[in-house]
């Protein structure tokens, strides 16, 4: 009986990660730049939306227009067919990286990079949710 308890407390352990993944739609990291910047933005399937990092603690909903949209450009940037970091030729002092990890797949940009379009529409999209108040 004991060891099945310790089974099913291991199992638990592994199963809460899966299950908060599983309502996450997509996160954003952002980080650098002159003044250390350092953000992240986790939006839910369901509109749900947390920040957490420089620019404070902020909890919100996205606009169900706003979601539409998100996920619609998500689906065209074909996360698959991306590399998974974009580096501009020569480094950018105090530039900032971002990061985006959607379906299992994170994709990272550095400032002065040139993702393909699809991918920036992402990008833009997700840092203009982030909230600086």
């Known amino acids: 009986m004991r060891r099945l308890a310790v089974v099913l407390a291991v199992l638990a352990t592994f199963a809460a990660p899966a299950t908060a993944d599983?309502?996450?739609?997509?996160?954003?990291d952002a980080g650098g730049g002159i003044g250390g910047r350092a953000d992240r933005l986790v939006v839910d399937r369901d509109g749900s939306a947390r920040q957490r990092?420089?620019?404070?603690?902020?909890?919100?909903?996205?606009?169900?227009k706003q979601l539409r949209a998100l996920k619609r450009e998500l689906k065209a940037a074909r996360f698959g067919s991306l590399?998974?970091?974009y580096e501009p030729d020569h480094q950018v002092f105090d530039g900032i990286t971002e990061t985006v990890?959607?379906?299992?797949?994170?994709?990272?940009?550095?400032?002065?990079?040139?993702?393909?379009?699809?991918?920036?529409?992402?990008?833009?999209?997700?840092?203009?949710?982030?909230?600086?108040d």
């Open 22 to 28: 599983a309502k996450q739609l997509v996160r954003y």
């Open 53 to 64: 990092g420089d620019a404070g603690r902020h909890d919100f909903r996205v606009s169900s």
């Open 83 to 85: 590399k998974r970091r």
């Open 101 to 132: 990890r959607y379906g299992g797949r994170s994709v990272t940009v550095s400032t002065g990079a040139e993702p393909p379009a699809r991918f920036r529409r992402v990008i833009s999209r997700l840092s203009r949710l982030v909230r600086y």
